[in-house]
């Protein structure tokens, strides 16, 4: 095992879309909790803080997925190792992944199961949603949202 992961210097999105279609289609095929219809989507992934950052949609969950960037080296870890990191949203809680093709990678579920009533379309569309949601800063409270919308502060409007 080698103690340090090179990171990817162009996005690995269809790597990644690769390695999840192959689980699909393998050790997760026909389970009781995974999604019949759902097919695997991985939204394209984004540079944050020189890290990739994307979404996974597979039939059994959606998560928040790490893989490391360009000209980054990230130290192997114990697979399942928790990692708290703050991001515009807020902080969230990682784990350690690994996959195969790809080595380590960090993940933080989002919804699993999926519910059965979700479509290929929503499912695709929520995972997008979700990329964007964790890149945006979040509104603390109601009368920081009416400030935003209304101006500052103790400002009465007709």
Known sequence: MQN????FLTSPHGEVQ?????????????????????????????????????CVLTPWMLS????????????????????????????????????PALGQYLSCSLLSPLPRELSPEQGRQLAQDCLKMVQSLPVSDAMSRRGLLFGRRGEQHA
């Open 4 to 7: 340090e992961q090179q990171g």
């Open 18 to 54: 690769a390695a999840f279609c192959d689980i699909a289609q393998g050790e997760m095929h026909g389970l009781p909790f995974v999604h019949p219809n759902m097919p695997v989507y991985v939204t394209p992934f984004t540079l944050f803080e020189d890290q990739w950052l994307g």
């Open 64 to 99: 928040l997925v790490i893989f490391p960037g360009p000209q980054q080296c990230w130290a192997q870890r114990n697979i399942s190792e928790r990692l708290g990191l703050k991001l515009p949203y807020g902080e969230m809680t990682f784990l350690v992944g690994e996959l």
